[in-house]
């Protein structure tokens, strides 16, 4: 088993989601965040004063998947968030990473079996 985090554009969700779909991952956790990459943050002008926004407003999924739906649910999420065909600095990153253990609170399963 293994615990896929995204961090991708807020507006490239949808496409996400429905990249998502079309590989059979229909389980994920939404959560809004902020940070920032290579991005740096950016430069505002509000009112006379510059102000610097090093904060971007950003979407974290949480799909935890089993062996098999690692490789695809990597492509869909690369396939939906990715600015144009090359992409472009701050589309942002996923992490794999090894879950040891799952437990569905409602039957008590574990394992393979509580994905």
Known sequence: MKLI???????KLESVKAALTDVQVFRLTIMDCQ?????????EIQGA??????LRRKVQLQIAVNEEF?????QAIVQGGRSGETGEIGDGKIFVLPL???VRIRT?????DAI
């Open 5 to 11: 985090i995204a961090i991708i554009q807020p507006h």
């Open 35 to 43: 940070g920032f990459g290579r991005q740096h943050g950016k430069s």
């Open 49 to 54: 004063d510059e102000v610097i926004a090093n």
């Open 70 to 74: 690692v490789e695809p649910t990597i």
């Open 100 to 102: 040891d253990d799952c």
């Open 108 to 112: 008590g399963e574990r394992g393979n």
